[in-house]
Structure formats: C-alpha cells, structure tokens
C-alpha cells in the first residue's frame, strides 16, 4: 500500500485533485467527510462537542451547527485547539479502518486539509500538495463559495501558509490556472504515484 497524504489551503483545488485521481483508481480517504460523520447525531464525537462548546452549537434538529462551530472557533486558537482534540483522534481511528480495508497494493490517498498544520507529513510516504496564490484561494472562497471577503481572509488566516505547505511537499500540484491546465499535472502525477508503488498503470 501506498500512503498519499493530499492538502492544500482552503479553496485551492483540492477536492477536484482527488476527484481525478479516484477516476485513475486511487482509493480515497476523505478527512474532512469522517470529520462529519463523527460528529453526527447519537455519535460519542458530537456529545463530547456538546459538553465543550454547549448547546449553541446545536440546531434545533440536534445536528450540529458547523457554520455556527466555525465561526466561534476559527478566530479563535484555544477554541480551535479544543475541537481539534476532540475530533482529530476520531478522525484517525476512522482513517486506519478505512485503510486496512482498501487492501495491499491500493493508493491511498488521503484527503487531509490540516496535515501541515498538524504535523502529520511523516505519516505518509508521499505528501501532495496543491498549490494556489493566495489571491486565487480568496477569489474562489468569494466567487464560488459566497464567502465574505472578511470570513475568507479569516479561513485562510487559520491554516499554514502557502510556503510552510509547499515545505512538506513531495509533489506540488500548480492549480493557478482554468481547470483543463489541471488534468494533465494531476496525471502526471497519479504515473508518479503508480511508478513509486511499484505497480503498472
């Protein structure tokens, strides 16, 4: 098995990547997907994110309120520090499952946005990184998302920045440009990945 860790800032391109490389055959392991199932009603997850933030944090469906979990802890670190530890532990029990069933010779790309800011590099044995300018993160978070100008500097604030992800980095993914400039690096990339797992495409 091959253990691919993908990130990359927020609004960057990185869902699209691992879009791409499920369809070349990658098997993905998706952190921020686990990050809400383990947190969905009835789970120990949400109950321990109860009793730190209180009931505010709740919709009146009893589902959690992420917008409203995330507009408390992103400005602010000893917030977000709590919620990291009360969800990332779940998230990697979860990751391990998930892995043991992809089988031997899988790839296994894992999707983790804050694998930079949480040190976890050396638990792959390729780290992909996608790239963008910060002006291309915030026009997208703006544009397509619907984000306020205010709210998306404040996302982007609360990851690594651009130079400590490239830092970590294996291979960089350049997803500056339109979207039909990324399927070919991301190709390239995946022929990369297949050489280094010792299996032919």
């Known amino acids: 098995m091959l253990k ?24 993905l392991v998706d952190a921020d997907r686990i990050a809400r199932e383990v947190v969905e009603p009835g789970t120990p997850g949400l109950a321990a994110v109860v009793a730190a933030f209180g009931d505010g944090v709740l919709t009146p469906e009893g589902t959690l309120d992420r917008p409203g979990l995330g507009a408390l802890v992103f ?11 009360i969800v990332h532990p779940l998230v990697r029990e979860r990751t391990a499952e998930l892995e043991a069933a992809a089988g031997a010779d899988a790839i296994v790309v894992n999707d983790v946005p804050l694998l930079t800011e949480n040190g976890l590099a050396p638990l792959y044995d390729v780290v992909v990184v996608v790239d963008a ?5 915030l026009d997208r978070l703006v544009r397509q998302r619907g984000m306020s100008e205010q709210e998306a500097r404040s996302r982007m604030a609360a990851q690594a920045s651009r130079e400590d992800r490239r830092a970590v980095a294996d291979l960089i993914i350049d997803n500056d440009g339109p979207r039909e400039a990324l399927e070919p690096q991301v190709r390239a990339v995946w022929a990369k990945l297949v050489e280094r797992a010792g299996r032919t495409a």
């Open 4 to 27: 691919v860790g993908l990130t990359g800032g927020i609004g960057a391109g990185k869902s699209e990547v691992s879009r791409l490389l499920v369809a070349y055959g990658a098997v």
């Open 133 to 137: 300018a910060p002006g291309t993160q």
């Open 75 to 85: 400005s602010d670190p000893d917030r977000l520090a709590t919620l990291n530890g």
